[in-house]
């Protein structure tokens, strides 16, 4: 494969996290999921035998930990095998999932193959919401689940994607987080990718209800120090400098997308970048010599304010995706820093969403419905996109 | 999946009083594995979703953290393999951060 001139001086180090998408199929609907819009388009998973082939090139360069995530993991019967495979490599294996599609058979089994560790995600703590985001009755079985992974001694990771349908809860789901005695919270506001991106409108909470859940996602730190950890990632359309995003471009992530398309990243996919393959070309040819890993590597391909900026090192002009999102060019400053010409556009648009949610608050409007992540939606957006592309 | 790339190479430098018995016998906690990474050329303290690369001295230790050695041998062994006097202090201390990251406990 052909490299990109200077960018190839830049030394390259091994990926440290294999992030494995093994499929879109999910039973969950929640409006907030950060996959692509088009789901439905990735028909051909890759087999077992690809996984394998990728799970062991990867950690023959060094990648340590691994996630099977999606999608639903669980809706793939090769799970097992998978995490039998991914153990014996030596790596550290990770389970990413909403709990659906599991029961204490198979956590056994889990236990039995090696698995290390399993992260549920919740989607509020109680019932009638957590149904309506997930768009399924799950939240007993989610909770039944998180019991049983503590039984099987499991350090357990539970997820709870904030927005503004549920970061009023906040005291309520850090409560249930307690009562089921996770290991590690992660408070994730949602960042805004994908299904997010579109219902952007209905989730982005406003600031005064991120400075409330602050306070009290601060309590819960101090208070369960020792027990439990609690993350908080804050959401950066907040902030005034953007994110590490992925800790630098090709750096240290790769995500095998169910298809078997290699990326820096999970949002990179919408990038006007071509990226390889497993079935055409090994990990090593694609982490050290393809022109999609090379791209953003370094700093040659910055444009200002990024090129002369002092924390460039820091940040690495922050997200590509959302420089591509929100000013057409993914070689843009990250439109969250402020330094970015964009910035005010972000601002405003916080604005206009904030607004939004105060008349929604008071009943003046009715802020347009979710759109739920599921594979009709999927297909009806796909089709929208080219009949606009034709048009 | 944005905090699951914390990557320590050094350890905190935490001022804890502590307690440590030097014939209890210690063990890699259930929540945590410890194994030699040939890429990166050190040990490393492997959790969920995250990695903490030791030292070499720090990998000395944490190698002879089994359940079946007290504190006491694993300094005596320490000292004896690199011909060192002295090493208690260095070792206890290193392993008032291990207890208090929750990378070992005492066996029961």
């Known amino acids: 494969m052909s490299q990109v001139g200077s960018e190839t001086e830049n030394k390259v180090n091994p990926p440290l996290w294999l992030l494995a998408e093994l499929t879109y199929r999910c039973p969950l609907q929640c409006p907030y999921c950060s996959n692509p819009l088009e789901i439905s388009k990735y028909q051909n998973e890759l087999s077992t035998e690809d996984w394998v082939r990728v799970m062991q090139q990867a950690r023959k360069m060094g990648a340590t930990q691994l996630g099977f995530s999606g999608g639903e993991p669980l809706v793939r019967p090769d799970l097992e095998e998978l995490i039998q495979e991914a153990r014996s490599l030596g790596y550290y294996t990770n389970l990413i999932t909403s709990g659906v599609g599991m029961d204490e058979a198979r956590v056994k089994r889990f236990k039995d193959a090696g698995l290390d560790h399993i992260q549920i995600s919740f989607q509020a703590s109680d019932e009638e919401l957590n149904n309506f985001l997930g768009g399924t009755k799950t939240f007993q079985h989610k909770k039944e689940m998180a019991r049983i992974v503590k039984q099987y001694e499991y350090p357990m990771v539970l997820n709870i994607v904030i927005h503004r349908k549920n970061i009023d809860q906040i005291r309520d789901i850090l409560d249930m987080t307690v009562e089921l005695n996770a290991d590690y919270v992660e408070l994730a506001s949602t960042q805004y990718y994908g299904w997010s991106r579109i219902n952007v409108d209905q989730l982005l909470p406003t600031r005064e209800q991120l400075a409330r859940a602050e306070l009290v996602a601060k309590e819960y730190q101090d208070k369960m120090k020792g027990k439990s950890k609690i993350i908080y990632v804050i959401p950066d359309y907040f902030e005034n400098r953007p994110k590490p995003c992925m800790n630098g471009w090709g750096a240290i992530f790769l995500t095998i997308a169910p298809d078997g398309t290699a990326l820096p990243c999970h949002e990179a996919g919408q990038l006007p970048i071509e990226f390889p393959n497993v079935k055409d070309f090994s990990i090593s040819e694609i982490w050290n010599g393809s022109p999609g890993f090379n791209h953003f590597r370094g700093f040659g391909w910055m444009k200002e304010p990024c090129l002369s900026c002092p924390e460039k090192e820091k940040d690495f002009g922050g997200c590509r995706c959302q420089a591509f999102m929100m000013t057409g060019d993914a070689a843009n400053a990250d439109p969250v820093c402020d330094k970015s010409p964009y910035h005010q556009e972000l601002l405003d648009d916080v604005e206009r969403i904030a607004k939004l949610a105060e008349q929604e608050a008071t009943h003046q409007v009715e802020v347009k419905p979710l759109v739920f992540r599921n594979m009709k939606n999927s297909k009806k957006i796909v089709k929208e996109a080219k009949t606009t592309a034709d048009t | ?108």
């Open chain 2, 1 to 108: 999946m944005d905090g699951i790339h914390r990557e320590k190479t050094t350890l905190l430098q935490l001022q804890i009083i502590m307690d440590i018995n030097k014939t209890d016998i210690i063990e890699i906690a259930p929540t945590f594995r410890v194994q030699w990474e040939e890429v990166q050329d050190c040990f490393v303290v492997l959790y969920p979703e995250g990695m903490v690369k030791l030292s070499q001295s720090a990998g000395e230790i944490m190698k002879r953290v089994d359940g079946k050695t007290t504190i006491e041998a694993i300094i005596k062994d320490l000292e004896t393999t690199f011909s060192e006097n002295n090493l208690e202090s260095d070792v206890i201390k290193f392993l008032e951060v291990a207890y208090e990251s929750g990378w070992i406990r005492n066996r029961k």
